[in-house]
Antibody, heavy 119, light 109 residues
């Protein structure tokens, strides 16, 4: 079964750091571009980061310089290192697989992990 | 940054009827448009990609159309399990950018 399972969420103080993990199974992880997407409670979806199969990374302006996406293909794992966290970063964080080729879309999603930034 | 605007914010439709959801891009995204369904407490599920191609396992009652800046998701005969929130998403090749609309909540009338 193709599956993504996130972990590492929790409560962190403003200015703190947190590292999220996403374990992939059921597919050749190294062959796919991967993403993180977040969703604040009751709000819409926001793309947070992307990493290509060659390790190239991309971010929107809202998290650039604070968040770092990485992957470890030998462990079928995706990571999101989040630094200088703010209240506005509070959300459920999903990892998602991008389908191969074009057109692009996120075809597999994990169940999400909750991050709460509060003092 | 490309802004995606979905309308209406909430759509009330009776089971068995047709639902039409709209998504507009602030500039042309060609056919680089996907639709997702999200139910409460669940992750989003891919429905449509490339503006009009159904994802694996998606019923034929779901269809997508449009290109450029105007897109439509149509559900031909609503089933009880279709009541959910629907998001459109565009992707830009360079720089890579993936923007979601704010969502349309499809509720039972």
């Amino acid at each position: 079964e193709v599956q993504l399972v996130e972990s590492g969420g929790g409560l962190v103080q403003p200015g703190g750091s947190l590292r999220l993990s996403c374990a992939a199974s059921g597919f050749t992880f190294s062959s796919y571009d991967m993403h993180w997407v977040r969703q604040a409670t009751g709000k819409g979806l926001e793309w947070v980061s992307a990493i290509g199969t060659a390790g190239d990374t991309y971010y929107p302006g809202s998290v650039k310089g604070r968040f770092t996406i990485s992957r470890e293909n030998a462990k079928n794992s995706l990571y999101l290192q989040m630094n200088s966290l703010r209240a506005g970063d509070t959300a459920v964080y999903y990892c998602a697989r991008e389908r191969k080729g074009y057109p692009k879309a996120f075809d597999i999603w994990g169940q999400g992990t909750m991050v709460t930034v509060s003092s | 940054e490309i802004v995606m605007t979905q309308s209406p914010a909430t759509l009330s439709v009776s089971p068995g009827e047709r639902a039409t959801l709209s998504c507009r891009a602030s500039q042309s995204v060609s056919s680089n448009l996907a639709w997702y369904q999200q139910k409460p407490g669940q992750a989003p599920r891919l429905l449509i990609y490339g503006a009009s191609t159904r994802a694996t396992g998606i019923p034929a009652r779901f269809s997508g159309s449009g290109s450029g800046t105007e897109f439509t998701l149509t559900i031909s005969s609503l089933q009880s399990e279709d009541f959910a929130v629907y998001y459109c998403q565009q992707y830009n090749n360079w720089p890579p950018e993936y923007t979601f609309g704010q969502g349309t909540k499809l509720e039972i009338k």
